[in-house]
């Protein structure tokens, strides 16, 4: 069995809604043993991943799949599956999956679901091996390969925090576009509605705060300027003036660098001279500056502020061990392997650490995940912040939680993570010597989405929810045209009506890519790549974008949903019913109408029986167009209180149920051109039926129709922007 092509369709596509890897897969002389003519294929792969029993395949149930194997099924539907495992084992849990024949004897498309098309081609080629090993009878190990896996995963994938707020927006309905490879910089929202979030921290994190957050002195003048409780304290200078700081506080006391983060070069518990010096230049190897403070008693709790809320609190034992004491990895690994309580993913996190020479890569390995670590070697350990994973948000005291909010918007931040030391998180900090020790900017969220115990908390969500308010999507108006001949020249007409209606439209057709008049590509444009490009600019409020049906076979569409899809013909026939395998042009030139948005409109060609059959997928209202009310599906379609433009009498109508209003006369509608381009009656109708399908008001389509295509230039006062709706 051999993977001949790989292709990564990032959007919606011929095979689902979302991004997929499309492979295309040789069974070679395997096309003639199934999985029951493999002696112990079954239960070799059984025996390597078990996890496989949960896989409900065509059967719909516990089981199914096991079942299909033991029965007999092909290897490139194994392959599909074992994929899937070892995407879900590595990384986070994916569902779906497809194998269907390609054409070629033998050959098939192994089709599975690819946030990340790098990491699933990885998956998938790690897959091949294992069912060629359980095919062949050789071994094979899973552990390694899986180690493998995870760490790819956390090379290429998004983080934790990060995937927590993109999930969180696809359950709100809100685009998302990763805007590179191998980084958490992520947009939420298309054109001016976008927002942006780099892990936990948003568009809306200023510098500023980010300064004042990693200065701790600066940190605690401000907060206790405001009334929050924060340790006593001062800057030092010298080792000598940090045992006086220290004598002067009272002992235990906490030596830190004045401009640190993530704990680093943090010495805690202190209680005599040659410690606090040592902790002295640990700290001053770290940061600008050295801080003494005042040691408070208690347990440790981190609390997350977003907006005006404080989301989240979790709380755990902190063990301390004082100044230098210095531990090599294997010592640390021993102590997580002797803790009681092991989660199935990573809930320890060293972040109190000062490292002089270790591998990163060795430490995440073993499970830990520091948060800065210079080269490789050995570990002075200063402060080993438990887990730190017991959620404790119902126990949050509205005092502590009022407090937090309070530090938050004192230094800044919209997004921030509160280190607070409490004897009772249920009490205020006041009225137990508790203190606010530190203000933190891009708070990891893992804590708070897998404690050890007590529930996980929606983080994301609440991100999300501060980000965009209600009713709010992300979206703008986006209009995409498709078909075999046509959908260029409807498309060049749509983005001069959407732009006389005032828009700054961005557009891909045959001539490019542009945003209003600035051309970022000029001629025969990737489809995909150049609306995505589209899409990332802040200043488009409209976009318009012909789809080609090999642009979404071999790429997919750029977006995840569209408010108007147009189809304005199809060269081939729609398949027979029962026919499965969805290869050809009527299904891609289909893909737009699948995601239109249920409060939009999908544009027939009421003339193109192709076209038509595509009604029967739509999600939204049809709005059809026809060359006369003749055409197939009207009579029903307008008795249904459906609507029409039409070609009556030489001009342009809008049929409503019963009703006729006349949209452009026939003078008007016969003396219309672009020039340069030869457009059809048919044309005209489509984008006729593009403006009302986009809210415009009858009248500003009329208006827009006659001022924008009279062979002039249009003057801009004589553009109408109202009675255009917006999505978001």
């Known amino acids: ?40 294929f079954t239960d070799r792969l059984m025996g390597w991943l078990p996890s496989l029993i949960e896989h409900r395949c065509g059967v719909g149930e516990r089981g199914g799949f096991l079942l299909r194997l033991r029965e007999g099924t092909w290897l490139g539907h194994v392959l599909e599956h074992v994929t899937l495992e070892l995407e879900s084992l590595a990384h986070l849990p994916v569902g779906f999956g497809r194998a269907r024949a390609a054409g ?40 390694t390969e899986l180690r493998v896996l995870k760490e790819l995963a956390e090379k290429l994938c998004l983080g934790p925090s990060t995937q927590a707020i993109v999930s969180a927006v696809r359950e709100r309905g809100i685009p998302h576009l990763r805007l590179t490879d191998r980084s958490n910089l992520v947009q939420l929202g298309y054109g001016k509605a976008q927002r942006r979030i780099w892990t936990a921290e948003t568009d809306g994190t200023a510098a500023v705060a980010e300064s004042i957050a990693q200065d701790k002195e600066l940190t605690r003048t401000l907060l206790r300027s405001v009334g929050v409780a924060v340790p006593e304290g ?71 502020v977003v907006g005006e809320q404080a989301v ?204 209003g008049d600035h051309w970022l590509e000029r001629g025969e444009p990737s489809r995909a790549a150049g609306a995505r490009r589209l899409l990332m600019n802040p200043f488009a409020n409209a976009f318009v974008f012909a789809v080609t049906e090999r642009s979404v076979l071999e790429e997919g569409l750029a977006f995840d949903r569209c408010q108007v899809a147009i189809v304005t013909d199809v060269s081939e026939p729609p398949p027979e019913p029962g026919v499965s395998g969805p290869t050809h042009a009527w299904r891609a030139l289909r893909t737009p109408v699948d995601v239109v948005l249920p409060n939009g409109v999908t544009v027939l060609n009421a003339d193109d029986p192709a076209a038509v059959r595509m009604a029967e997928f739509r999600k939204a209202k049809v709005l059809y167009f026809a060359e006369s009310l003749a055409a197939a599906p009207l009579a029903q379609h307008l008795a249904e209180d459906g609507s029409a433009v039409v070609l009556e009498e030489g001009a342009a109508v809008l049929r409503q149920g019963a009703s006729r209003t006349e949209l452009v006369d026939a003078e008007t509608l016969s003396a219309a051109r672009l020039p340069g381009l030869t457009v059809t009656p048919a044309d005209w109708l489509a984008l006729l039926a593009a403006g009302i399908a986009l809210g415009m008001t009858v009248e500003a389509v009329s208006s827009g129709f006659s001022h924008e295509f009279d062979g002039r230039p249009a003057r801009a006062s004589e553009r109408e922007a109202t009675g255009v709706a917006t999505v978001g």
Not at 3 to 21: E, H, M, S, T
Not at 131 to 136: G, P
Not at 273 to 283: C, K, L, M
Request: charge should be negative; aromatic fraction near 4%; glycine fraction near 10%.
């Open 104 to 143: 070629p004897h033998g050959v098939y498309h192994v089709v599975v679901r690819a946030d990340e098309p790098a990491f699933t081609e990885a998956c998938m080629r790690a897959a091949r091996e294992l069912v060629m090993a359980a095919a062949e009878g050789r071994t094979f190990d899973v552990e």
């Open 312 to 515: 989240a609190a979790t709380g755990g034992e902190a063990e301390h061990v004082v100044g230098d004491g210095v531990h090599t990895v294997a010592e640390l690994v021993e102590r997580k392997n002797q803790e009681p309580t092991r989660g199935a993913t990573t809930s320890h996190v060293l972040t109190k650490l000062v490292i002089d020479d270790i591998s990163l890569e060795l430490l995440r390995r073993q499970g830990f995940t520091p948060r800065s670590v210079p080269a490789s070697g050995r570990v002075a350990l200063i402060h080993y912040n438990g887990d730190l994973t017991v959620d404790v948000t119902d126990r949050l005291s509205p005092e502590i939680a009022a407090s937090c909010v309070l530090a938050a918007r004192t230094v800044g931040l919209d997004i921030a993570g509160m280190d607070i030391i409490a004897e009772d998180i249920s009490r205020s900090l006041e009225s137990q010597g508790g203190a606010v020790i530190e203000v933190n900017a891009s708070p990891s969220l893992a804590m708070h989405l897998r404690p050890l115990q007590g529930k996980p908390r929606p983080v994301g969500e609440a991100i999300v929810d501060h980000m965009f308010g209600l009713g709010q999507t992300g979206r703008v108006p986006l209009l995409a045209i498709t078909g075999s001949k046509r959908a260029d020249v409807v498309a060049a007409l749509a983005g001069r009506l959407v732009a006389g209606a005032g828009y700054n439209v961005g557009q891909v057709d045959a001539d490019g890519v542009r945003v």
């Open 234 to 304: 001062r800057v030092v200078k010298t080792a000598e003036d940090a045992w006086a700081a220290a004598s002067a506080l009272g002992l235990p006391v906490v030596v830190k660098p004045q401009d640190g983060n993530w704990g680093r070069g943090v010495s805690i518990r202190l209680e005599d001279r040659a410690a606090v010096e040592t902790a002295f230049q640990i700290a001053a190897n770290e940061g600008s500056g050295v801080v003494v403070e005042r040691f408070v008693p208690g347990s440790q709790y981190r609390v997350l």
């Open 1 to 40: 069995m051999q993977i001949q092509q790989v292709v990564a369709l990032k959007g919606p596509n011929i095979w689902a809604n979302f991004p997929v890897l499309q492979a295309r897969v040789h069974l070679e002389h395997y096309e003639e043993l199934p999985s029951n003519k493999l002696p112990g």
